[in-house]
């Protein structure tokens, strides 16, 4: 019975500071996306006008991002497969002139209806004026996208950053709603994931038991037949 608890005692120990070396690693090094500005959907959305070069979807936001890397924009293709090409590129302005940072081609044919389609990009820095251009040189009547306004006749979009965990908590503790102490969202952030990471050993060690194939009686333990 002794020998059992002991065991018992080492296995839960072993498992407890597994969970937590698994948390610590993860907090610090994976990647997470977190939104850092959106233009939300508000109210009843309606189409704009087919992207082209006469009617492009040309935006600077205002602001300072770090390491944004992903520009989601909610599209529309009309409910048809478009075939045009369109082109799209991130800019800022230095000394007055236009810094074309990331530029894009893509077919229409890759955009699905009424969802968001994301221009991935490298990390990039920006402070002052994050610029984007959409457009299309050869959309038409009948073959070419569009994209969706909110009720403020502004695009519905999102831009994202990607950084380690550990930033993006930092980052939710400067912008939480419920003014809690950086410490608090810290530790909810890894309670959080220490029992999600609990939850799939468990499970994992309860499959890994189910499915274990039972040990053959050793031979001097085996029973003997009577005469």
Known sequence: MKNIFMKTRLLVGSGVVLVIAITLV???????????????????????????????????????????NSLDILLGTYNRQNTNMNHFEIFTFEN???KVLFKEDF???????????AFIFPPMDIAGKFCFLLTSSDAGNTNGITLWLNSQSEPVLKL????????????????NRFHLPQIAVVALCLLYLASNIAMVILLLA??????????????????????
């Open 26 to 68: 993860l907090y610090w090094f994976l990647p997470v996306s977190f939104t850092i500005y959106a233009q939300p959907d508000k109210g009843n959305l309606r189409p704009a006008d087919t992207i082209s070069t006469a009617t492009p979807l040309e935006q600077c936001i205002d602001g300072t991002f770090a390491a944004v």
């Open 160 to 175: 994202t950053s990607t950084m380690p965990l550990h930033e993006a908590v930092k980052k939710m503790g400067m912008e």
């Open 96 to 98: 007055g002139q236009k």
């Open 107 to 117: 077919s229409s044919a890759k955009v699905e209806d009424n969802d968001y389609f």
């Open 206 to 227: 309860l499959y890994a038991k189910k499915t274990a194939i039972p040990k053959p009686a050793h031979p001097s333990r085996a029973g003997k037949k009577r005469i």
